[in-house]
């Protein structure tokens, strides 16, 4: 929607013929009025014959005029904005890049790659559709550390997601740690709503803290844990197999905090669990509007400043 920010500005356009009225009402022996020799031009040029003559000495003037005032009126565009939904949620996503992540056991577009290829394909994608909360990123294996601090741009968490590398924060499977951090994080936090997504794929055999003990610490806190088991092999059924996944650990932390268990052993399962979660976590589909706008001034300025140049250039010649 276009606008003027003064439009009252705009009533300088009748200056020039104020001044012509005033100057025609008044013999030549009278007072008069000063006027620049341009606006002078304009006003004599009036009473001349039409031609490309006369018009020489009052188009441009005229159209300088007109151009100045245009632009102190400060012309303009409305847009009209969708505003970000605020959810007031903090949610942290703790991901582990033990070394078992390195097995290539899953499927993304027909061919077999890692686990950690896999799961950086769907949560790249998952933390990009939560515009509106406060995402955070920790990462874990023999220790836990924050790739990004709580913030509301995701996109910068999902290019987190995309640099992590297994062996930063060592080979080993510490779920106590990755989830006690993530806890202490949102200790302090003031959002009404606070959440936990919490992936692995292997058997917590690092830390000093029991995984359903930081659970029950997490229900108290009334931080909500959903669990991710991922991994073709559950701990229950694997016959020595390594690299199988504790289901029955991950399933207690999301029943002792109020949060949800959820198994993946594709990657479509995987796609499944991000579209239940954000089921299970909304966001608001639409905002307030934010009202901006965008300056044309600069049109009818460099308009008027050609139009000097002009005149200058026909004043010497």
Request: proline share 5%; no cysteine; hydrophobic share 45%.
């Amino acid at each position: 929607m276009f606008g003027f920010a003064d439009p009252w500005v705009l009533v300088l356009l009748m200056v020039p013929l104020l001044i012509n009225r005033i100057q025609g009402g008044h013999s030549s022996d009278g007072p008069t009025i000063m006027v620049p020799d341009s606006v002078g031009r304009v006003l004599r040029g009036s009473s001349r014959t039409a031609g490309l003559h006369a018009a020489r000495h009052w188009a441009l003037p005229i159209l300088l005029w007109i151009s100045l005032v245009t632009a102190l009126a400060g012309p303009r565009n409305l847009l009209i904005n969708p505003a970000l939904p605020v959810t007031g949620r903090d949610l942290i996503l703790a991901l582990d890049l033990s070394g078992s992540m390195v097995r290539e056991d899953f499927l993304l577009d027909g061919q077999e790659v890692a686990r950690l290829d896999a799961l950086k394909h769907v949560a790249r994608s998952f933390v990009l559709d939560r515009g509106g909360d406060r995402v955070a990123l920790v990462i874990f294996a023999s220790r836990a550390y924050f790739a990004t601090p709580q913030t509301h741009d995701v996109t910068a968490v999902a290019r987190a997601i995309d640099q992590a590398t297994i062996g930063v924060s060592g080979r080993a499977t510490s779920i106590s740690d990755g989830l006690g951090l993530a806890l202490k994080r949102l200790g302090e936090s003031p959002a009404a709503s606070k959440v936990v997504i919490l992936l692995s794929d292997g058997v917590n055999n690092s830390g000093p803290v029991k995984p359903r003990d930081a659970a029950q610490l997490a229900e108290t806190m009334g931080v909500r844990v959903h669990t991710i088991a991922m991994g073709p092999r559950d701990l229950s059924n694997a016959d020595g197999e390594r690299d199988a996944v504790d289901t029955e650990t991950l399933r207690a932390i999301a029943d002792l905090s109020g949060g949800k268990y959820f198994r993946a052993k594709t990657t479509d399962d995987l796609q499944a669990v991000a579209d239940s979660i954000d089921q299970l976590e909304t966001i608001p589909a639409e905002g307030p509007a934010a009202l901006t706008y965008r300056a044309l001034w600069i049109w009818p300025a460099g308009f008027a400043a050609l139009l000097t140049l002009a005149m200058l250039i026909g004043a010497r010649r």
